[in-house]
């Protein structure tokens, strides 16, 4: 399966007919894709374009009006984010927000455990399990904060994070959950050079170990070194996909740049 081109693996994502409306604005218009396993998927486009809500729509953190989303060939549309999570789909956020005051380590521990450990009827009828499951989420949450470089800081309160360590913080988060794949919302923005090269190094082996990914990005050498396909939204709708370099020269995607406000 590793050896197909795109085109003939499986979808993972598949996305259908998908529109959003926020009062008279159609936010996200008919957009309909598809993602192989095992891709690093790009969405691009304009601000304001629509990404990011088409992501809270696919992740179960917006009701979409209408069309349909496929986990692996199992309709997630209309499903809780916590089911959506649950089932293989994990997201990070454009503006990550930790919890300030809980430790590094708490943070990323906070997702996996609220599948089991807080549920009343099971900490009472299964003490044993849930006390279990919390090692085990624990061991997971410094693996892949080690993954991510922040060992060090896991007893620190989140607040001190700078604005790329929180990014990575969410990539540490989301994992250790062992999504299928992982919805990345402008993993660079506000990142430094350095941590930049980190967190390219990290999806890519994350991915060669079998993650998929989506990635929003306006940072295009990102953009051109870690993805395909590169999708292209503008004004709501889905305007063109194919590999980096021939549609960052797509005259539709300069023109939707260059009409786009600044
Ligand atoms: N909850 C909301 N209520 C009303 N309008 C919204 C809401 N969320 C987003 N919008 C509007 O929908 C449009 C698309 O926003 P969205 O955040 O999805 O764009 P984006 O492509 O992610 O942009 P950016 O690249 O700047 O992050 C914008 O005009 C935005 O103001
Ligand atoms: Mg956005």
């Known amino acids: ?28 218009d008919r957009v309909s894709f598809a993602l192989p396993a095992g891709a690093i998927g790009g969405l691009i486009g304009p601000n304001g374009a629509g990404k990011t809500t088409l992501f809270h729509c696919v992740s179960g953190f917006m009701h979409a009006d209408a069309g349909s989303v496929r986990l692996d060939g199992v309709a ?10 649950a089932a293989g789909l994990a997201r990070t956020f454009q503006i990550p927000r930790p919890f300030p005051d809980m430790t590094v380590l708490d943070n990323v521990m906070v997702a996996p455990l609220g599948q089991m450990g807080e549920r009343l009827w099971t900490n009472w009828l299964q ?20 993954f991510v470089g922040l ?17 990575l913080l969410e990539l540490a988060r989301v994992m250790v959950a062992g999504p299928k794949i992982v919805l990345l919302d402008e993993p660079a923005a506000g990142v430094n050079p350095a941590l930049l ?22 940072n295009m050498d990102v953009v051109a070194s870690l993805c ?12 063109v996909s194919g590999r980096a370099d021939s549609v960052l020269q797509d005259p539709r995607v300069v023109e939707a740049y260059l009409g786009s406000p600044a």
């Open 76 to 85: 997630i549309e209309g499903r809780a984010s916590s089911a959506v999570f």
């Open 151 to 167: 060992s060090a800081l896991q007893d620190q309160p989140a607040r001190i994070l700078s604005g790329g360590q929180r990014k």
């Open 228 to 239: 395909h396909p590169v999708m292209v939204m503008a004004q709501g709708r889905m305007l």
């Open 197 to 218: 090269d980190q967190i390219v190094d990290k999806v890519q082996s994350l991915n060669a170990q079998g993650t998929t990914f989506l990635i929003i990005e306006h």
């Open 1 to 28: 399966m590793q050896d197909a081109p795109p085109s003939v693996r499986p979808a993972l994502l598949e996305v259908e007919g998908l529109c959003k409306k926020f009062g008279a604005h159609q936010t996200v």
């Open 127 to 146: 003490p044993g399990k849930v006390a279990a499951q919390e090692r085990q989420t624990r061991d997971a949450a410094r693996h892949w904060l080690d």
